[in-house]
C-alpha cells in the first residue's frame, strides 16, 4: 500500500511518515502541491493523505486537479481549517475522508485503514490463476487449496502481478510499491523477494521478461 503524504510541516510530515512506515506502508512525501499532481499522474499511490494549507497552491485545488484525473484515488484531507464550510468545500470536491489537525496518530491510522478496506472491496476479494489463489482482504495466499506463508514485501509483489495477470509489471513499478522514496534498496533486493516467492508458487508460474520486469500468465 502506497501513500503519498502532501505537507508542507516537515516535523508532521517525518512524524506521520515514521508512524505509517511502521504499520508497514511505504510512504513518499511531497511538500507542494503542484508536484504532487505531477505525480499522482505519473506514480499513482493508493492513498493521498493532502494537506489543504500548501504553499503553492491550495489543498482544495490540488484536489479538483485530482479529481480530474482519476475518481477513485481516495483522498484523506488533514488541515487547522475547522469551519463546517472548510469541510463541505473539502467533501463536495471529493474528499473522502477529513481529519482536524491536531490529531491523535492513531485516529489517522484508523481512518487509512478504513480507506484501506474500502479499496480493497472495490476489487473482487479473490483472484484464482491456475492453482494459486489470493484473497485481498484476508492478505492470505494458497497454492493447492494450501496456504503459503509470505512475507509482506512477496505478498505485495504476487498481489501487484495477479492483479495485473497478462500484463507486465515493470521492475520500477514492482520497486515503487515495495519501498518509499530514499529508502536503501539494494540493486539486487527485488529479485530476492521473486526468489523466495518462486520457491512457493508453481513451476513457471512468473515469468521473468528480460530487462523490463516479470509477469503472471492469465
Ligand atoms: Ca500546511
Do not use: C
Request: proline residues 3%.
Amino acid at each position: 500500500m502506497q501513500i503519498l503524504l502532501v505537507e508542507d510541516d516537515h516535523s508532521l510530515a517525518q512524524g506521520i511518515s515514521h508512524a505509517l512506515k511502521l504499520e508497514g506502508f511505504s510512504v513518499n512525501h511531497l511538500d507542494r502541491g503542484e508536484p504532487a499532481v505531477m505525480t499522482i499522474k505519473s506514480n499513482q499511490p493508493d492513498i493521498v493523505i493532502l494537506d489543504l494549507g500548501l504553499p503553492d497552491i491550495d489543498g482544495l485545488v490540488v484536489l479538483k486537479r485530482i479529481r480530474n484525473y482519476s475518481k477513485q484515488i481516495p483522498v484523506l484531507i488533514l488541515t487547522a481549517r475547522t469551519t463546517l464550510d472548510d469541510k463541505i468545500a473539502g467533501l463536495d470536491n471529493g474528499a473522502d475522508d477529513y481529519l482536524d489537525k491536531p490529531f491523535e496518530m492513531l485516529e489517522l491510522l484508523a481512518r487509512l485503514r478504513v480507506l484501506e478496506r474500502r479499496l480493497s472491496t472495490s476489487y473482487s476479494n479473490q483472484i484464482t490463476i491456475g492453482t494459486v489463489r489470493i484473497d485481498i482482504k484476508a492478505h492470505t495466499v494458497s497454492v493447492d487449496d494450501i496456504t503459503t506463508d509470505l512475507s509482506r514485501k512477496e505478498y505485495m509483489v504476487l498481489k501487484s502481478l495477479m492483479e495485473n495477470a497478462g500484463n507486465i509489471q515493470t521492475r520500477a513499478s514492482l520497486e515503487a510499491k515495495l519501498y518509499s522514496w530514499g529508502d536503501e534498496v539494494s540493486s539486487n533486493a527485488l529479485e530476492v523477494h521473486i526468489h523466495h516467492l518462486r520457491k512457493q508458487m508453481p513451476t513457471g508460474f512468473i515469468t521473468t521478461v528480460r530487462g523490463v520486469g516479470y509477469r503472471v500468465n492469465r
